[in-house]
């Protein structure tokens, strides 16, 4: 097939390489004379043949994801279809998919993770859309995911906004897992009188433990390439579905103390002084008097 | 009565003017000069008079109240008296209890609460030992507890180790507590562009609503001397209390998220960095590649 | 003054009957004709006289205070105002003021806190609206709020949105509260070997401790009706502002654990089963096999 | 070489099992009849041979594991090593190394994940012990492990008591990476409006995501066998290692926010009604009146 990609980063990049070899032609646009192969959104379609123009959309979600699906729909008619792949909240697919449907174009949401790792590895997609429309674009996914059983690294979430909910979801899942290995670290590294080698523990759980994952790869990697950390400051970004996910959470009335204390930790972790432990600390200053710290709790 | 204090700091020298204003003969023994009304706690054990002296232990719970204890011990005998007012963990009361019953010495624990603001407002006591002894010191408790009913100032909880433990609840109450306020100002002060002066809504809270209380009131006062906390650090103790009390929860397998998230928020607020934090973010690093902090997560 | 009230329930009625007692005009509607002084909104417009009538709107917040609010607007006119005193969310404020200005009417929202007890003590007031009209409305606040000095039970927090964003901090600061005295008194009660009165104890907190509150006096009160709660259920609602306080925090990226483990208890009472201890449950039978259940841990 | 194993159930009969695959010679005893090679603790130490006799200990931790020790000690001599496989606390570990070396036997602990699965991939090991005893013991430990590289499925993580402390925050991830999952699962299964099978998102998350790992294998198993849980109960129990990984965290001031989450929600999970959700519910009430359960937030 013949697919249309804007936004040619870490992922989008990739992901045209991947798509490539796996026998795809692929006409990407990006903001980046070095990256893209044509000038303009407007090019990039018209360089799209068929009669179902398809345009896999790879930006940072939020405004940029806004203006390129806009400028894409006046260029885009009857028939053509835009995928997000981007981390778009899922209330957005729904406000989207009914825009576009007044111009007959198709719309499906693509949860992609994987990082950077995926153009070897492959994708795991989670995508919501009709049942036609997915099938139709099911030899791009196939490209795009993992080799190996197909269930194994896609899914058919639902309707439109199932795909990045499932992401969502994911994302959430992962600061919980994260967190709970980070604290295992913390735990560990807090009795190096016993603990000759937290790496090598972790090193050590790689087979045969409950605890086996990807992500513990990912930490032993990281903990041979630097022992101790040193070289890391524990500040931590998140990128809007842990958010989601909680909000989501508080809704529905679903209990997510897991997912929500990751997601505080990421918040605590960026914050050069607290608020609200100023308060707490003027709270004992006003109870203990001018206590020494030790002595204060009433 | 005559009562012997070990211990003469902020709490104990407050609580011998207590206890001297409502006419109770008391000597207190203090390593300052200053401080201290006699040399020695020998000099104190000399000065107490009758068939059973009380002795006041008001030291920092730990290795200071169990040397203390161990020299009183040597001191007394038969049918005299050992009250640890000081926060010590319940069960160091089940041993010593044993130990003291050898010589023929009585022992009760006093949780005290209510900081420096005590020696005017009295204290809030917690106590615990057999029935006889508590009774033959109620004119001390009574002299120490605030004005007004005995049992809303004033609990006999049980027998030895039942006065701090109940004190060890309160403090741990409080942290959990204090910590709901302080989450509420950071979320009032969040929003600086709505909430014209966080410190008035504090002050508005005083009266009428539910969430009225002391604490809340020495947050108005913390808020009035400085509005923005800006000469306060969000660094903040811990002083034992909490720690038991999470892991009595732990024990007894009883949830107990908030109080343990107040904890684990003091403990959050001494670190210079989280090594967990470093973890998550050598994580993020590892599968996110040299990605800007904001995209990289799955 | 000559005020208007849309709906009389326990909250309304009760103010009905606090500003009469202070000596102003007061005509309410409630659908309820055992309740209401007239048969309609619109009758309750007509009876209002002056060049500015002013209505305050008591009902359940969600789609009957927007309906209400909607039948207001048709009725009212120029320089009229309406008072939201229910727990709306501070969002739909800013919403309605614009609305409400199109046609002239004045719009002011009013967190009130204080329950049952209100009529009695006065109501906890947090306001939000333009000064000119928060300024016109004090006879009505000073009414309604304890008596004592007006910034101990009142408080002009900010424009349109700022009363009730105060409330909402104030409802989640009291989830907070309330799980702390209530994740202490399981502690106390999980060791009925050493306390031998859990009620006793919190009745002893009243006065001189740390942890002295309404909340207390409340828990107290309720502890000697029925001391082992025996005909209580551990079912809690959740009115919306605890939900909201966490939405605001986690997207103002501000940690709040306590307010969060508040909120996720309330949840997690209401569940019959939870589904996600079925899926932890259906884990450890994976890796443990059909284990008893106290071997499976990995 | 030739091993004794004492328990001889689901872990330590598949152990039995397994050695004997690789080579070695095993006597085993268990109290089951249908299970032991041989009738008592003391026939077994008699059947082996050898200068430096070995014994392996697989049987519940706490009294049992105690007894057995105790009685191995008695029946073992200069030279021969006990090894505690089973999930004792680490400071049990620190006060046995000590009592047996004044007979001269060795002692080493073993922490040993895997579950039902190790007798086909093999058990995670994470050793303490002295140098040349663990090189000793190595055959053992070889034909124990994983195959593959020896360090990712074994670690000496230091002194005796470092294999159990490895062990105890293992399994203390754990709980935070099942309750995330179980987070998860309950936030997609909560939306069945728009996520048509929640089951087939686990399943595509085993190839390519960031979440893969053995944890999620075992869900998209259960989910498979029971789509809906349906005939699970969430009930969890907790077996040690989750307690003690909250206890070491809190008296080394870790935060561990999301590990004392999922213990907690263990907990929350085997209470019939909450002791803490009844006072939350009682104080409502207090304040609320006989308030419906929806409206009573103060």
């Known amino acids: 097939m013949h697919l249309g990609i804007v936004g040619l980063g870490k992922m989008g990049g990739n992901m045209r390489d991947r798509l490539r070899a796996k026998g795809h032609q692929v006409t990407g646009y990006d903001q980046d004379p070095a990256l893209t192969d044509v000038d303009s959104i407007g090019a990039l379609v018209s360089a799209l043949d068929g009669d179902r123009r398809i345009v896999w959309v790879m930006v940072p979600a939020g405004d940029i994801t806004e203006s390129v699906i806009a400028e894409l729909a006046d260029a885009l008619g009857e028939g053509d279809v835009i995928i997000d792949g981007g981390n778009s909240k899922y209330t957005d697919d729904l406000r989207r998919v009914d825009a576009l449907a007044t111009r007959g174009i198709g719309y499906v949401d693509a949860g992609v993770s994987g990082g950077i790792w995926g153009e070897t590895n492959g994708y795991g997609l989670m995508v919501g859309g009709p049942d ?102 524990g500040y931590v970004a998140d990128s809007g579905e842990g958010r989601w996910t909680v909000e989501e959470a508080v809704q529905r009335a679903v209990p997510a103390p897991v997912i ?23 709270l004992r200053n006003q109870f203990g008097g001018h206590a020494t710290k030790a002595s204060a709790d009433g």
């Open 132 to 233: 036609d429309t997915i099938e139709y674009l099911m030899p791009i996914f196939d490209a795009l995911r993992p080799d190996g059983p197909r269930h194994e690294g896609f899914v058919h979430a639902g309707p439109v906004g199932a795909g990045h909910y499932a992401k969502m979801v994911h994302n959430g899942i992962e600061y919980g897992v994260m967190q709970a290995y980070a604290e295992g670290y913390e735990i560990l590294a807090a009795r190096d009188d016993l603990i000759s080698d937290v790496g090598a523990v972790f090193e050590a759980w790689q087979r045969g433990t409950v605890v086996r994952s990807w992500l513990l790869e990912l930490l032993v990697k990281a903990l041979n390439e630097d022992p101790d950390l040193d070289d890391i400051r």
């Open 260 to 282: 929500s204390a990751a997601l505080f930790a990421r918040f605590d972790s960026r914050q050069e002084d607290s608020p609200a432990m100023k308060a707490v600390a003027a």
